[in-house]
């Protein structure tokens, strides 16, 4: 096809204090695989809901077949052709997969069972989607689960389908089929578009490439473009497009030279099975005194799963020590009683209680502790208010008062009580994932500045970024983890920056 069947033209929206989507440029051809790349925060979830009907653009226009479409509901955009399957399964399992496929239909209705079975018939014929009207969703596979989203959206006039991390809980074997529906899907004239922060099936399912980056559309990969070089050149550049290649330089930290201290954090063969996911295979760190470790790497290589064993959320196999002594068999607060502490990615959900007090959010770790409660038990709200008070000022939290639900203050003030809480006492090794994920410049460089003081304090410090100029900026060395493992370590210097993307696409061996 040479015309679009949906495209956006300076798509634009903001939410206070950022700009999710600025000036978005984008053309969808029916009969090619559209890959949409960009770390968390790129803008990538805006740009799908605002297609979806979920979201309304504040700026530029929505075209489909050349015409431009205000997509007022998610309705609207199912009429239109436009339908998008999400990360996480939108099947209700306790209904049939008929049941399923009926779901949107006028309430007075019952489902036409023979009329979907005779669809999925000819869906099995053509497409090799294999999925039994009668069973029950909730019995279903992921990858069969998947399936049944796939019909939907065809049986409902899908012609741009949107595939949301589409493969982010399927085995590597439930990928491989899924990459094959989605290159038989294209090949029938619908326009895919394809998310993931896997950049080795984004290349192998793909088409085109876009990128985004902080909201705006950073590069193009055209299909002839990507034919015309080998495999490891696109991947190299689309690493470029992801990160950046300037400000790091601009901004790096000196690392401290190597510290004839021992190691206080040594991770000895961390082995962990994660279902339909990467998990961890034979991961070994250590990290001085005052040290930055830095660990780099696409999304989803399993960093989520090391900082959640070094925190004690996880039991996986091989050995942690802190100052010498093993702790692989301590939970979550007695590791951080010997001072070790997590920073989640989560601020919203795991870091803190949304309805709870910001005074309560403080201490949310150290419930049953003196001096906030006594001995027998009891709470003491006025040690926890003169505590909360403190953290408040020496943090510079923005808040009405510390009795203020947490849940009411920004990004950057919830994620100002999260370093408080952190930081305070006698932390020995911190763990911080993505410290500054969705975080104003301001509040992005106040958190920087923490890190490197509690750094200069003697601090351990494993800092997990999928911001790699955050990496360089921060870190003294820098591990990278892809598929699970840690495929390599590099000093940081004028030289990390390619090395570390070596490592990342695999031009290097591990």
């Known amino acids: 096809m040479t015309e679009p069947i949906l495209s956006v033209r300076g798509l634009t ?12 440029d984008l053309a969808l051809m029916g009969g090619e695989v559209h890959v949409l790349l960009g770390e968390n925060g790129a803008g990538k979830s ?27 509901s ?25 049941e399923n496929l009926a779901l949107g239909e006028p309430w007075w209705s019952r489902p036409d069972r023979a009329k979907i079975a005779a669809e999925l018939a000819a869906m099995r014929e053509d497409l090799d ?24 959206a065809l049986m409902r006039g899908g012609r741009v389908l949107i595939l949301d991390e589409a493969t982010s809980m399927l085995t590597p074997a439930g990928a491989d089929e899924l990459g094959a529906l989605i290159r038989r899907l294209a090949a029938r004239g619908l326009a895919i578009v394809f998310i993931s922060h896997k950049l080795n099936e984004a290349l192998a399912f793909g088409d085109r490439v876009s990128v985004l980056r902080l909201g705006r559309k ?16 696109t991947m190299a550049e689309i690493v470029g497009l992801m990160f950046g290649r300037d400000r790091a330089e601009a901004m790096a930290r000196t690392p401290r030279p190597a ?5 206080i954090l040594q991770a000895t063969g961390l082995s962990l099975q994660v279902p339909g996911g990467v998990g ?40 942690i020590r802190l100052a010498g002594e093993a702790i692989d068999g301590l939970g979550v607060g007695a590791r951080r009683r010997k001072g070790l502490r997590y920073l989640t990615d989560d601020r919203h959900h795991e870091g803190t209680v949304g309805p709870f007090a910001v005074a309560e959010n403080f201490v949310t770790k150290d419930v049953g502790a003196s001096p906030f409660w006594s001995a027998a038990g009891l709470v003491d709200k006025s040690a926890i208010g003169a505590h909360a008070a403190r953290m408040v000022a020496d943090f510079d939290v923005r808040t009405p008062s510390v009795a203020t639900p947490i849940g009411r203050l920004s990004g950057g003030n919830m994620q100002k009580v999260i370093l408080a809480r952190e930081l305070t006492g006698e932390a020995k090794v911190v763990i911080y994932a993505k410290p500054t994920y969705g975080l104003d410049v301001a509040n992005t460089e106040a958190t920087r500045a923490r890190i490197l003081a509690a750094a200069e304090a003697g601090v351990a410090t494993v800092l997990i970024s999928t911001d790699l100029d955050e990496i360089l900026a921060l870190s003294d060395r820098i591990a990278v983890m892809s598929a699970g493992r840690i495929v390599g370590t590099v000093p940081n210097g004028p030289d990390a920056r390619a090395a570390v993307a070596d490592l990342m696409v695999g031009r290097v061996a591990a």
């Open 13 to 24: 929206k903001r939410y206070p204090g950022v700009v999710a989507n600025d000036g978005v």
């Open 74 to 98: 998610p309705r609207e955009a199912l009429r239109l052709g436009i339908a998008c399957v999400y990360q996480t399964i939108m099947l209700s399992p306790t209904l049939t997969v008929a």
């Open 259 to 263: 510290s004839a201290e021992p190691p």
């Open 280 to 319: 961890l295979k034979d991961v070994s760190l250590e990290v001085a005194p005052g040290e930055v470790l830095g660990i780099a790497g696409i999304d989803g290589n399993g960093q989520r799963e090391l900082a959640e064993v070094l925190a004690g959320q996880r039991v996986a196999a091989g050995s």
């Open 46 to 72: 805006t740009l799908i809901a605002m297609l979806t009907g979920l979201q309304q653009p504040d700026a530029g226009d929505i075209l489909v077949d050349g015409t431009p479409r205000v997509i007022a």
């Open 129 to 152: 989607i294999a999925v039994d009207p009668d069973a029950l969703a909730g019995d279903l596979s992921l990858g069969q689960q998947q399936q049944v989203e796939i019909a939907r």
């Open 218 to 233: 950073v590069g193009e990969l055209t299909p002839d473009h990507i034919a015309a070089q080998p495999k490891e050149a």
